[in-house]
């Protein structure tokens, strides 16, 4: 609860639903217009904030079905820079990361208050780039880094988006480790490798009975159900993982299926890692 | 966040530790096998005014209290879906038994607002990112089939809110996450709510009787019947760790603080039970509902010095020109034996393949754990 500010009520309305003549139609392409292993294209640039150290925006781009927006996301990274007196001594560079949507990014309007979604991704993304900044080089000193998101990646068009707030928050996060990554290039600090994020999900898109299938970063209003979902961050050139985060349901028995979720997680990450390059040499060269 | 709370350890105790735990079999300071796990005592129903409590207390001396309550909560009506219109059904009131059954269609719908969780740990502010972390955690667990909240649903307009409050009692003396997770599976497992009278989409009416009300879990019932019944349990969560080539389970604070890698694993174990004559057990199955990297706290330790470096030792301690800085450089990325580095980068992906195929093996640690849990008498 925001005191600070004269709060409208919560919940009074719905979000409204418009009911035009055209949307019978889009309700009937819905489908994945993608092949399965193929990621949607981004656009990344750095240095768009002067007055920070380090800054980067992303914007994935709006699938074929009009009405679905993209993924935009803006991050700053203000460091390092000494840590106040009164902190306790630190061998390492203390970082300390940001996530907030806009109030007006999705559907339901989010508060200004960051709520407890927004510090869980914090948290996710301090677990990815603290595996691959090295922390040892700045003792005793700092790093902000503050990503907003100023469009979620939702469906505007339908009026039920239930249970897909969960799935839009994993290609929100691989968002944000992909862009945060090149911001901290983008200020210098000083990484073992460009970290990028990847989702892949099993998805059941024809009725209950059908065999799942996995697909490289999904949009949900695009796949009937969305049984699994993983968002792996990945650093290339060691092979190596620096967060995972798995939520779906998938029988043990199955390992199969999990690892190759995983797999496919590392593959989307690498595409977005050949953005995340190409936008840094082009910065430098 | 609780995790990475600074342990006071040196680095040579770090060092010391991290090769202990990585000989073959581990040793670990406690003396347990990589498996076990630290051993707890746990009651239920020690809250009389919840619908569902527990309690549970590790040995060393960390102890948490869930208690779970329930309020009827009118389901919000989106537009789009069908419209509830009051009738007088027949055989309506058999949704709740029969609505899954029949004919394969479950009319039962959940949302996940409807299960609230809050974490309180004592020394940290309700709004710390580490608390918020380990209830995304917790609920993501209970909410990854979406299968839990359908139990709440009562009819088409209204459902039961379900408020899940952790508390722990003791200040956080190793990551609270697997003691969390089992009170929290205690509770649930003793939570009941009043038997409903009322029949299809009226205002919902309850019995008064408490000791009519059923179990929200319901007991394996030991029928002589030949059908199959699963009962299915709440999801654990477990905390694993991996260092060197070893795979340790239920990891101290001590043992956190050398982690290569720190996973948290949630689970859950449905047990489908062929009556014939006997309860003939079919196995317990599990199902995997969530992994999760928790960022091990040794990444924020401090590192040691190898006696070629330090000057108290008779290393030289000239002008430090470009070459010192180029040769310190190279030094930092080879590792000496004996002295300890926080670990950099992240963890090979067949690391954490081996750690979640370690959790979910048949008969492994989490049949252990679920096995002992049954155990607990509900009171």
């Keep these: 609860m925001d005191r600070r500010r004269i709060n409208g009520p919560s919940g009074a309305t719905i979000p409204p639903v418009f009911d035009d003549a055209g949307s019978q139609d889009l309700a009937s392409v819905k489908s994945r217009s993608r092949p399965p292993n193929a990621t949607r294209k981004m656009y990344l640039r750095t240095g768009v904030t002067p007055s920070a150290s380090g800054s980067a925006y992303l914007e994935i781009a709006t699938s074929a079905k009009p009405g679905v927006s993209g993924l935009k996301l803006n991050c700053s990274v203000h460091g ?206 | 966040m609780a995790s990475s709370q600074h342990v006071l350890l040196s680095p040579a105790e770090l060092a010391y530790l991290h090769a202990s735990l990585s000989l073959t079999p581990p040793i670990r300071p406690d003396g347990r096998t990589p498996i076990q796990f630290r051993p707890l005592s746990a009651e239920t129903g020690i809250l009389p005014g919840t619908n569902g409590s527990a309690r549970i207390c590790f040995a060393d001396g960390t102890e948490a209290i869930v208690g779970v309550k329930a309020d009827v909560e009118r389901t919000a009506q989106r537009p789009g879906e069908e419209t509830v219109f009051l009738e007088g059904g027949a055989g309506d009131d058999e949704d709740d038994q029969e609505g899954e059954t029949k004919e394969g269609v479950d009319k039962r719908k959940g949302d996940a607002s409807w299960v609230e969780m809050t974490v309180e740990i004592p020394g940290l502010r309700d709004d710390d990112s580490g608390t918020a972390f380990l209830a995304a955690m917790l609920s993501e667990a209970l909410l990854a089939d979406g299968e839990f909240v359908k139990r709440l649903w009562i009819n088409r307009r209204f459902h039961w809110k379900l408020y899940l409050d952790i508390i722990l009692i003791s200040p956080p003396l190793s990551y609270p996450l697997p003691l969390l997770s089992l009170t929290t599976h205690l509770a649930l497992l003793s939570t009941r709510l009043p038997r409903l009278k009322s029949e299809g989409d009226e205002d919902p009416f309850f019995d008064d009787d408490w000791a009519a009300a059923p179990y929200l879990f319901p007991r394996p019932a030991h029928t002589t019947t030949t059908t199959t019944t699963t009962t299915t349990r709440p999801p654990i969560t477990l905390l694993v760790m991996a260092v060197g080539n070893n795979i340790i389970f239920d990891p101290s604070k001590e043992e956190l603080a050398v982690a290569d890698v720190a996973l948290a694993v949630s689970v859950a174990g449905s047990t489908a039970e062929t009556g014939k004559g006997e309860a003939e057990e079919a196995g317990r199955r599990l199902r995997l509902l969530s992994v999760r990297t928790i960022d091990p706290p040794s990444r924020l330790t401090p590192p040691g010095i190898a006696n070629a470096a330090n000057t108290a030792y008779g290393a030289s301690n000239g002008a430090v020109g470009t070459q010192k800085m180029l040769e310190a450089r190279t030094a930092e990325a080879e590792a000496v034996e004996g002295v300890w580095r926080a670990p950099r980068g992240g963890a090979k992906r067949m690391v954490l393949g081996a750690l979640v195929q370690k959790v979910l093996e048949r008969g492994g640690v989490v049949d252990e754990v679920l096995d002992a849990l049954e155990g607990v008498e509900l009171g």
């Design chain 1, 80 to 285: 390092p820079r000494s840590l106040p007196r009164s902190a306790p001594f630190s061998p390492h560079i203390v970082l300390s990361t940001h996530v907030k949507y806009a109030p007006f990014s999705t559907q339901q309007r989010r508060g200004y208050l960051r709520d407890p979604s927004e510090r869980d991704l914090a948290i996710h993304l301090e677990a990815a780039l603290r595996g691959a900044i090295i922390a040892d080089r700045w003792p005793k000193s700092g790093v902000d880094i503050i990503i907003s998101i100023v469009e979620g990646d939702q469906d505007r068009e339908t009026s039920k988006s239930q249970g897909d707030e969960v799935w839009d928050m994993m290609n929100a996060l691989s968002g944000c480790i992909t862009v945060a990554a090149a911001a901290l290039a983008d200020a210098g600090i000083d990484c073992v490798d460009t970290v990028a994020g990847g989702v892949a999900a099993l998805v059941q898109d024809a009725g209950d009975d059908s065999t799942p299938s996995i697909v490289v970063d999904p949009i949900p209003s695009e796949h009937g159900k969305i049984l699994a979902a993983c968002c792996v961050a990945y650093l290339p050139t060691r092979d190596e993982v620096t967060n995972l985060w798995f939520r779906g349901d998938l029988p043990a028995s199955d390992m199969d299926l999990y690892t190759s979720l995983v797999e496919n997680g590392i593959r989307a990450s690498k595409n977005a890692n050949c953005v995340l390059i190409d936008c840094l040499t082009e910065t430098v060269g």
